[in-house]
């Protein structure tokens, strides 16, 4: 099946600075993929739409000044956590549809730590 | 964003018996569900998946059963093994609802050796 990776896995930083996390479609275009939250014991939460060569889409209560998505190509989505906080520690997940709609990729997630 | 629920029930079963987790989903007009694995520290796998127009759908080892009228959703794993212990979530989709997939509440499985 179609690959999606993240980078980075795992990342920690100081609270007030700015990560930005890559989701890359291996061996397949998307011209849409989705960002997900999930805090510990809890379900996957939808972000945002990202789309590629527009601007992306933000569920409701999620501050797009915060949470910057850049699709600037076919492969690749990233998200910035800008001036990140404790509470914004969480896993944060990818997933894009190949040629299916329906058929959604996931990648590895990243584990983001504000200090 | 869109949740169904939060904190997750725990489902714990002997190592070869049959596992049967549960599912409410939220929008009468998904038309298209699926059932993910989670395991610690990784992305979701996903696992088998139904339309609106069936009721049943039957992979290896796993069955998924979707009834429409109480908007439930259930997902049965047959023999089940230490390797499936894991979280599973049901997702849902809607064809009016774009590309979007949300995630219900999830289910964490223990299987006892």
């Known amino acids: 099946g179609a690959v999606v990776s993240q980078h980075p896995s795992r990342v920690i930083c100081k609270s007030g600075t700015s990560v930005k996390i890559e989701c890359r479609s291996l061996?397949?275009?998307?011209?849409?993929m989705f960002w997900y939250r999930q805090f510990p014991k809890q379900s996957l939460m939808l972000m945002a739409t990202?789309?590629?060569?527009?601007?992306?889409?933000?569920e409701q209560g999620v501050e797009k000044d915060k949470f910057l998505i850049n699709h600037a190509s076919l492969t690749l989505s990233t998200l910035t956590v800008t001036s990140a906080h404790p509470e914004d520690s969480s896993f944060y997940i990818c997933?894009?549809?190949?040629?299916?709609?329906?058929?959604?990729?996931f990648g590895p997630g990243t584990r983001l730590t504000v200090l | 964003g869109e949740s169904v629920g939060l904190h997750l029930p725990t489902l714990s079963v002997q190592e070869g018996d049959n596992s049967i987790i549960n599912c409410a989903y939220s929008n009468s007009a998904s038309d298209y569900f699926i059932w993910y694995k989670q395991e610690s520290g990784k992305g979701p796998q996903f696992i088998i998946d139904i339309r609106s127009n069936m009721d049943k759908r039957q992979g290896q080892r796993v069955t998924v059963l979707l009834n429409k009228t109480v908007k439930h959703l259930s997902l049965q794993i047959a023999a089940t093994q230490p390797g499936d212990s894991a979280v599973y979530f049901c997702?849902?989709?809607?064809?009016?609802?774009?590309?979007?997939?949300?995630f219900g509440a999830g289910t964490r499985l223990f299987v006892k050796a």
């Open positions: 997702a849902e989709k809607s064809s009016t609802g774009g590309f979007k997939t949300i």
């Open positions: 997933s894009a549809p190949d040629r299916d709609p329906d058929t959604q990729y």
């Open positions: 061996d397949f275009q998307a011209t849409t």
């Open positions: 990202s789309n590629e060569g527009s601007k992306a889409t933000y």
